[in-house]
């Protein structure tokens, strides 16, 4: 079974009771949800392998580490994914991004996707699915579907906010995926939002409505 991890760091904490706040505006709510994607990433990235290579420093040659192995491909899930790509891409410029976007049928609530273009050799590369809210885990689910049939096989799962229906659902269906969250929080509510979660994070990051 992957892991799930409760990332309790306190600069992570106190950044996401900033865009907790429904009094957070949208240019901050985007710069901290920046903030806190990159500091997870440092420690969703922990298990990366290293390799030796020579160098020489300007004093000496030396044997010195360097990532090694899989590349990676941030794949945020549309839209509000996307605010939490370039928090990774910061710690991690040689990662290519993909997209895959869902929509949910409005009368029987399932998502389906409509948009999926990921670098050609996804099978190879270590992939980090991106979306602040884990809430029912349908987008999460069919978002890892989608880059399974494509031949992704090293998944991690990086959200923010994390319901224990989405946690369950997620990790039932794709147990072999790690999961990375800024919270846990309580439940989910019968609209669908996590209680007491942040809000429609699309919303709050792109300030629509
Ligand atoms: N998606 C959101 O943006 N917010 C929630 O609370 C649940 C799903």
Redesign the pocket.
Known sequence: MGKFQVMDHPLIQHKLTIIRNKNCGTKVFREVVDEITTLMAYDVARDMPLEDIEIETPISKMTAKTLSGKKVAVVPILR?GIGMVDGILKLIPAAKAGHIGMYRDEETLEPHEYFVKLPADIEQRQVFVV??????GGSAIMAIDALKKRGATNIKFVCL?S?PEGVKALREKHPDVDIYAAALDDH??ED????P????????LFGTK
Do not use: H, K, Q
Request: proline share 4%; no cysteine.
């Open positions: 509000a979306d602040p809210m884990l809430a029912t906010v319901a989910l509510n669908g939002y996590i209680v979660g942040l809000g429609d994070a699309g919303d709050r």
